[in-house]
């Protein structure tokens, strides 16, 4: 072997292993061969301290250790981490050296990393999207995914397989999420994106170039990072942030969304958590800083984003039922009601009853309860929503809420305990209603003067609080 050949060799080490746990012991034999037999011998001053000088360049080999473990991974943005791939061979009779599947892997790491901050740097997205690299120690396969990406803390986790033929990577892409948001649209776009086929890539293509298919993944995926951010930062509770991130998203996003089936998922998810953040905004204004005049002006800007995203679902030609009645118009009917709009609500119940089945006439018959002015008249609505709907949860509690908000506290306990006897979890996610029936049949049973029960519904509301802060941190 030559001097060339070694120094290919070492190269290949340092790329391969300088990170892992042999690269820190074959480092550590050099740092300490270094300082015994160069330093210690040579600078005779240091002799009398050997121990000294040993321990140093021990700790020295250490640092630059830890520095090559280190990844620049930013908790305040949406991090996309992009694993080494593995090449396989569907040739059994082709043959292909470690050292050429190894430069393989590295162009195509570096290639989907360029076609991502491209797209990131064309959108003008730093502020909100991070994308990083991972070093060859990192072996991701489908049983490790999940606890990696954790590990990590990066939000989403590229990795796959490709293999080589005739001047072309084909490549299959997987994809791994630290935690995803309750929404069928993001849903229907997940399961676009595990269903993807196999990409032809050209690793000597421009990614300037519009029309590459990896572009138009990555392309995707930023406008992704944009609504997890938003997301992100309506948990913080910086609601004034996520507007600015959710109105970036969908105004770049409006341009393309409606001739592009792919993207119109994607929208309509951050549609949805945009106007959501507005009623989030509005309820922390109300109930923190008591101030009615704003929260109220916001519910009403909450009520007419999710009318909006119900028009330009049926726009788009991509109506989920469930999408456009409970987590679109009936979001806004509820906001209106929040505001004290009964008649506009009641109005635009009225217009839209042609869409309720014989499977959800109840969920008309449970708002037709909301938007009456007196609660006996409410009440009759509220029995025909509990007789339709068969045992729902969700009609329970919005009943008890209601009777609750009216200082009905003994009606509130009697439909708070129904509810919680057909289930104990929260059962309407995304909620309308914030999951607070624990703490409100506490305060009911206490205006009551059922004082144990009261005592006991409020241990069980902290333990539940504590759940979902710890829920909302890991997100």
Not at 123 to 139: A, Q, S, T
Not at 176 to 199: D, G, Q, R, V
Not at 314 to 339: A, F, N, R
Not at 449 to 468: F, T, V
Request: proline share 2%; glycine share 4%.
């Amino acid at each position: 072997m030559d001097l060339l050949q070694y120094y290919e060799a070492i190269k290949t080490f340092v790329n391969e292993e300088k990170d892992t746990y042999l690269g820190l012991l074959l480092i550590m034999m050099v740092g300490l061969g270094i300082a015994k037999y160069i330093i210690i011998e040579t600078v005779t001053q240091v002799q009398p301290y050997s121990s000294l000088v040993l321990v140093f360049a021990a700790l020295v080999v250490l640092i630059i250790w830890l520095n090559f473990r280190s990844l620049p991974i930013r908790k305040d943005k949406f991090t996309v981490a992009i694993s080494q791939f593995d090449i396989l061979m569907l040739d059994v009779k082709a043959d292909m050296k470690s050292e050429t599947k190894r430069n393989l892997r590295k162009e195509l790491v570096d290639y989907v990393y360029s076609a991502l901050h491209f797209n990131k740097e064309k959108l003008e997205l730093d502020k909100y999207i991070d994308v990083v690299r991972l070093p060859p120690r990192f072996r991701i396969n489908q049983k490790n995914a999940k606890e990696i990406c954790k590990k990590l803390n990066v939000e989403l986790l590229i990795w796959g397989d490709a293999f080589y033929k005739e001047g072309f990577l084909y490549f299959k892409p997987k994809f791994e999420f630290m935690w995803e948001p309750s929404n069928i649209y993001y849903a229907k776009f997940k399961k676009s994106l595990n269903t993807l086929k196999t990409f032809k890539i050209n690793i000597t293509e421009n990614l300037e170039k519009e029309q590459t298919e990896i572009s138009d993944l990555m392309h995707y995926l930023s406008f992704l990072g944009l609504m997890f951010n938003g997301i992100h930062l309506t948990h913080k509770k910086n609601f004034k942030g996520a507007k600015e991130c959710f109105t970036l998203a969908l105004k770049t996003m409006k341009k393309e969304t409606f001739h592009n089936r792919s993207l119109s998922d994607i929208y309509l998810a951050t549609r949805f958590f945009s106007a959501q953040n507005l009623h989030k905004w509005g309820n922390y204004l109300l109930n923190e800083k008591h101030n009615d005049l704003e929260a109220f002006k916001l519910y009403d800007k909450a009520a007419k984003a999710f009318f909006l995203r119900a028009e330009e679902m049926e726009e788009l030609k991509d109506v989920d039922k469930g999408g456009e009645l409970e987590h679109s118009l009936l979001y806004g009917i509820y906001l209106l009601t929040k505001e004290g709009k009964l008649k506009a609500a009641e109005k635009k119940l009225d217009s839209i009853k042609k869409k309720f089945d014989k499977k959800k006439i109840y969920l008309y018959y449970l708002y037709k309860g909301f938007v009456q002015k007196t609660i006996k008249n409410a009440t009759y609505w509220f029995d025909q929503a509990i007789k339709h709907s068969k045992n729902d949860a969700l009609v329970e509690e919005k009943v008890a809420d209601y009777f609750f908000s009216k200082g009905k506290f003994k009606e509130s306990i009697k439909y708070f305990e129904a509810r919680l006897k057909i289930t104990p979890k929260q059962v309407y996610s995304p909620e309308l209603l914030e999951e607070t029936v624990h703490s409100k049949l506490s305060s009911a049973y206490i205006k009551e003067s059922h004082l144990i029960k009261g005592l006991m519904e409020k241990l069980e509301a902290s333990r539940n609080e504590a759940k979902n802060q710890e829920i909302e941190g890991r997100q």
